[in-house]
C-alpha cells in the first residue's frame, strides 16, 4: 500500500537528548512536511523541503533539524535546543510544491521527561 | 497577519442531531480552502476543499462546507451526526500555495 509511514508511534526521550523522528514515504511525491500539533494550536509547520538536498524553515523550526538526502525519507531531529519538545509530530507529503495536496502520516507523540 | 479562526474548540452533541463548525479566515484576496478530519488514532485526512466553482462543496461521509465569500466563511455542516463523526477538525486556508491552519475543533458525539 503507497503512503506515508511515521515511526516510532511513541517515543519517549530524556531531557537534553536529541531524538530522530522517521518519515518513509513511497508515493514518488516531491515535497515533504513536518508538523507539530500541540493540544488547542492547531499544526504549525516546522520544515519542508520540495526537492532532494533542499529544504526550508517552517514558522517555528528553531531546535529542530531535517535532512533529505532520498526522496522517500525526510527525517526530523529534535535537539536539546528546543526548549518545548513534548508534543505530537506530523510528516506529510505532497505530489508538488504545493502544501495543500498533502497526504500526512499517523504521527509520533514525542515525551521528553 | 493571515489568520484561520475556528469559533468552536469543543462541541459535544448527540447523535442524529444536525452539526454546523464555523470558520472565518482573514484575507482579502483569492484562498483555496480545506477542512481536514483526524479521528482518533488515525491520520489527518481531507475532508472537503473548494477551489473554486459551487460555493456548496460536499465532502466524504455526508459532510459539506458553503463558501461565502462576503463573510470569509467556510462553515462545515452535517446534517445528522453518528457516533463515528468523533473527531478532531480542522479548517485551513490557503491564500498562496501555503496552508494556514485554524486551532481546530474537537467534536465528542454521544450514542
Known amino acids: 500500500d503507497g503512503g506515508i509511514t511515521q515511526s516510532p508511534k511513541y517515543l519517549f526521550r530524556k531531557e537534553g537528548q536529541n531524538v530522530t523522528l522517521s518519515c518513509e514515504q513511497n508515493?514518488?511525491?516531491?515535497?515533504m512536511y513536518w508538523y507539530r500539533q500541540d493540544p488547542g494550536q492547531g499544526l504549525r509547520l516546522i520544515y519542508y523541503s520540495q526537492i532532494v538536498n533542499d529544504f526550508q524553515k517552517g514558522d517555528i523550526a528553531e531546535g529542530y533539524s531535517v535532512s533529505r538526502e532520498k526522496k522517500e525519507s525526510f527525517p526530523l531531529t529534535v535537539t536539546s535546543a528546543q526548549k518545548n519538545p513534548t508534543a505530537f509530530y506530523l510528516c506529510a507529503s505532497s505530489p508538488g510544491t504545493s502544501e495543500t495536496e498533502a497526504f500526512f502520516g499517523q504521527g509520533t507523540r514525542l515525551t521528553v521527561v | 497577519a493571515q489568520s484561520v479562526s475556528q469559533h468552536n474548540h469543543h462541541v459535544i452533541l448527540s447523535e442524529a442531531a444536525s452539526l454546523e463548525l464555523g470558520c472565518n479566515y482573514s484575507y482579502g484576496g483569492t484562498v483555496n480552502l480545506f477542512w481536514y478530519v483526524q479521528y482518533p488514532g488515525q491520520h489527518l485526512q481531507l475532508l472537503l476543499k473548494?477551489?473554486?466553482?459551487d460555493p456548496l462543496v460536499k465532502g466524504i461521509k455526508g459532510f459539506e462546507a458553503e463558501f461565502i465569500k462576503s463573510k470569509f466563511s467556510f462553515n462545515l455542516r452535517k446534517p445528522s451526526v453518528q457516533w463515528s463523526d468523533t473527531a478532531e477538525y480542522f479548517c485551513?486556508?490557503?491564500?498562496?500555495?501555503?496552508?494556514?491552519w485554524g486551532l481546530g475543533t474537537s467534536l465528542a458525539v454521544n450514542p
Open positions: 485551513a486556508v490557503a491564500p498562496n500555495r501555503k496552508l494556514i
Open positions: 508515493l514518488n511525491h516531491d515535497a
Open positions: 473548494y477551489f473554486s466553482g
